[in-house]
């Protein structure tokens, strides 16, 4: 079965950082572009940051400088380093196969393709 998991959320305090995990299972990852989203309580989901190769990525406004997406396809993995966290990105985590838009050099948007989600990683950042 075709499935993403999410973990390495936590408790950390503000100003951490936290080093978040996808890893895919029942599928080839090097085939999609991945994105990162974030629920907050009584929100939709809205999209964090998105992969299509190392090159190529999109963040959001807030998230800008502060944190990284990477794949690494031979895990089949990606990940999203979070640095400088602050407590009202409290929220819970999520990935998700993508389609982007923009051009390989920028992308300026990115929207999840599935609505298949996994239970995703919560991420508290409080003192």
């Known amino acids: 079965q075709a499935q993403l998991v999410e973990s390495g959320g936590g408790l950390v305090q503000p100003g951490g950082s936290l080093l978040l995990s996808c890893q895919a299972s029942?599928?080839?990852?090097?085939?999609?572009?991945i994105g990162w989203f974030r629920q907050f309580p009584g929100k939709e989901r809205e999209a964090v940051s998105c992969?299509?190769?190392?090159?190529?990525?999109y963040y959001e406004k807030s998230v800008k400088d502060r944190f990284t997406i990477s794949r690494d396809d031979a895990k089949n993995t990606v990940y999203l380093q979070m640095n400088d966290l602050k407590p009202d990105e409290t929220a819970v985590y999520f990935c998700?196969?993508?389609?982007?838009?923009?051009?390989?050099?920028?992308?300026?948007?990115?929207?999840?393709?599935?609505?298949?989600w996994g239970q995703g990683t919560q991420v508290t950042v409080s003192s």
């Open positions: 992969i299509v190769d190392n090159k190529t990525t």
């Open positions: 998700q196969t993508v389609g982007t838009a923009g051009d390989p050099e920028r992308l300026t948007a990115c929207w999840a393709d599935s609505d298949q």
């Open positions: 029942g599928f080839s990852l090097y085939l999609y572009s």
